[in-house]
């Protein structure tokens, strides 16, 4: 274990805790820090000694390996070689193993997902035209024009 990685704490998660935790240096000694407040100083429930929940660690990501991209890059990489902070006392952020490539099936999905969304926008509009060529020609009739 060491500093900056991206661990999952099962059991952790509640109210001003995401069940995330990242390796850090406090006090001359490793601690993991919920990822919700990002420092050991803010509260003491969302940080732990190392040695109480070593065998609940579940490694997800080192971060010092790794680099921050936008959520709509980050879609696209696989679950091993990717890591999501949710909000918390800060902003999202998304991080992806650096040297990892895009997934095909993550970008099949993705494209998948883009086209549905593309599709229902277009056929919401084209209902859109109908209705308002129809009330167009409602009111030319009704003017007589």
């Known amino acids: ?36 407040w990002g420092r050991p100083e803010t509260f003491g429930h969302t940080w732990y000694e190392i040695d ?6 579940k490694f997800i990501l080192d971060l010092t390996t790794a680099r921050k991209v936008y959520r709509d890059e980050w879609d696209v990489f696989a679950d091993s070689d990717r890591a999501h ?12 193993r650096n040297g990892a490539l895009p ?3 993550k970008q099949i999905a ?3 997902r883009e086209i549905s969304e593309v599709e229902a926008s277009m056929t919401f509009a084209q209902n859109r035209l109908k209705e308002h060529r129809q ?6 009739l009704q003017e007589g024009l």
């Open 1 to 36: 274990m060491k500093e900056n990685e991206l661990y999952e704490l099962p059991g952790s998660y509640g109210w001003c805790r995401h069940g995330l935790v990242v390796i850090q240096k406090y006090c001359e000694r490793l601690i993991a820090v919920d990822t919700y």
């Open 52 to 57: 109480e929940v070593r065998d609940k660690l």
């Open 85 to 96: 902070i949710p909000v918390g006392s800060s902003s999202e952020q998304y991080y992806v």
């Open 103 to 105: 997934s095909p099936t």
């Open 110 to 112: 993705k494209l998948e």
């Open 135 to 140: 009330a167009l020609a409602n009111l030319k």
